[in-house]
């Protein structure tokens, strides 16, 4: 929980303190590049910190996440322009990718399937905390000018939780010998960074239809190709093709997709248009977006009620309807600003997030193993970082091509009238998002509830005390 706080309270500070940031660096059209280049360098290192997990053990990547991202909280709170501010970010997006992940996975390792549920709601809770700690933190610290401090904060968290994992966490895993599949890494790296380039620069630092778009859409489509063939023949790939073959994973795999896109696609807009449209304060724009984060930990912790009830693919979709109800409220009622509807469409789609993240997760972890629960796992988050990447930069795009034919300059800034068009695209394309999101949970084969000793069975504990399995 201490770890998770890390990520958590990293993503609820910053949204609060992006006008201020602007503000002091410049450089309104390139902030989505504060979100992206974090995911990108977090979604790249999820598979690799998950296979690498699988056979060197948890403890020494999640420790390995912590330095770097302790590293990369204090390199941002140094920044001088936001070319650096960029690059910093993404320091601290390696070190996430394998925070998250890792402490996900080191509760399925420990706890069964009826017991996890009310784990990963202890874990969701962190982000609930953080949603009320975070706009606070952040919104204090944007209003006294002392914005640096929302990176600052995260050192004494990392040695925190540095300290109680290596005196806490211990385990046994099984040395042999390993080959790491670097062409894999490199290739989805490339792949990955020229695809995101594309996305936010199109249209802003060059023409749609262009050379360098070219480049960048067809270089990195040629990546994933040749990324896809190298996976075939490594020893040990780092995003195993059999993860994507099998139709529990697969799908779900796509769902996590799909709330990446959604959560980032509020989490990054929603303190902007409020603060922009009618001016309310960082403070209660973040608290606004918290709501979404308040919403998650409730519905995550009851989710284990439901799916030992209705089973995996019936809580999911309950959790997708409510989801759909969030960015539809705001598309609708974006040209009337309100922070109380605000917070109740954030609400909601929290709530919708909590019936299919966790549910949707665990049916992945429990159908796997201990030796390919950290790949599953890995696989799954990775997703969940693609499309909030992804995401992210389709939304900026969108949003920075509205702003450009709409916007009119005030006071060096960007006119409400703009950022209110901007948003209201910005929340509609969320909506496609949730809804082709519905449309893959849809496609989740019907896993039986699990009941009885099948629910409360321990799992293998080579996460914790136990030999791994060869």
Not at 223 to 237: D, K, N, Q, T, W
Request: proline share 5%.
């Amino acid at each position: 929980m201490v770890t998770t706080a890390l990520v958590a309270i990293d993503a609820t500070i910053l949204a609060t303190a992006v006008p201020t940031l602007v503000e002091e660096l410049g450089g309104f059209e390139q902030f989505p590049w504060l979100f992206s280049i974090y995911l990108l360098a977090q979604a790249v290192s999820v598979p690799i910190y998950a296979k690498l997990s699988d056979v060197f053990g948890r403890k020494p990547v999640i420790l390995t996440g912590i330095g770097l991202f302790l590293i990369g909280s204090i390199l941002c709170g140094l920044a001088w322009s936001m070319p650096a501010l960029i690059a910093f970010r993404a320091v601290q997006g390696l070190g996430a990718g394998a925070v998250g992940p890792m402490s996900i996975t080191i509760a399925g390792d420990i706890y069964s399937v009826a017991e996890r549920a009310t784990v990963q709601g202890y874990i969701a809770s962190v982000w609930g905390a953080s949603a009320v700690l975070g706009p606070v933190l952040g919104g204090l610290f944007a209003e006294l000018d002392a914005w640096r401090w929302i990176f600052f904060v995260n050192v004494p968290l990392c040695i925190l939780a540095g300290w109680m994992l290596i005196r806490h966490f211990h385990e046994n895993v099984e040395r042999r010998a390993h080959r790491v599949d670097y062409l894999g890494a490199v290739l989805l790296t490339g792949a990955l960074a020229l695809l995101l380039v594309g996305v936010l620069e199109g249209g802003q630092a060059w023409p749609w239809l262009s050379w360098q778009s070219a480049v960048a859409f067809g270089g990195g489509g040629a990546l994933l190709i040749a990324f896809g063939l190298a996976e075939r023949r490594a020893a040990e790939p780092i995003l195993p093709m059999w993860v994507f073959s099998r139709r529990l994973l697969l799908t779900t795999t796509l769902v996590s997709t799909g709330i990446g896109a959604v959560l980032f696609g509020l989490t990054s807009y929603v303190p902007t248009y409020l603060e922009g449209s009618i001016g309310v304060s960082p403070l209660v724009a973040g608290l606004a977006l918290g709501a979404l984060t308040i919403g998650w930990p409730i519905s995550a912790a009851q989710s284990g009620r439901l799916y030992l009830t209705l089973g995996f693919k019936r809580t999911v979709l309950i959790g997708m309807v409510l989801v759909i109800a969030g960015p539809a409220l705001l598309a609708a009622l974006a040209a009337t600003p309100s922070v109380a509807l605000v917070a109740l469409a954030c609400f909601i789609s929290g709530l919708g997030m909590g019936l299919v993240a966790t549910p949707s997760l665990i049916a992945a972890q429990s159908s796997v193993p201990w030796n390919e629960r950290g790949v599953v796992t890995g696989t799954n988050l990775f997703a969940r970082s693609i499309g909030s990447a992804v995401g992210v930069a389709i939304f900026g795009a969108i949003a920075n091509d509205i702003i450009g034919r709409e916007g009119i300059p005030v006071d060096d800034g960007v006119s409400s009238e703009a950022i209110i068009a901007a948003s209201a695209a910005v929340f509609a394309a969320t909506l496609v998002a949730a809804v082709v999101t519905l449309v893959a949970a849809s496609t989740m084969p019907r896993t039986p509830a699990p009941r009885g000793e099948e629910a409360h069975a321990a799992p293998d504990r080579a996460g914790a005390d136990a030999p791994a399995p060869a």
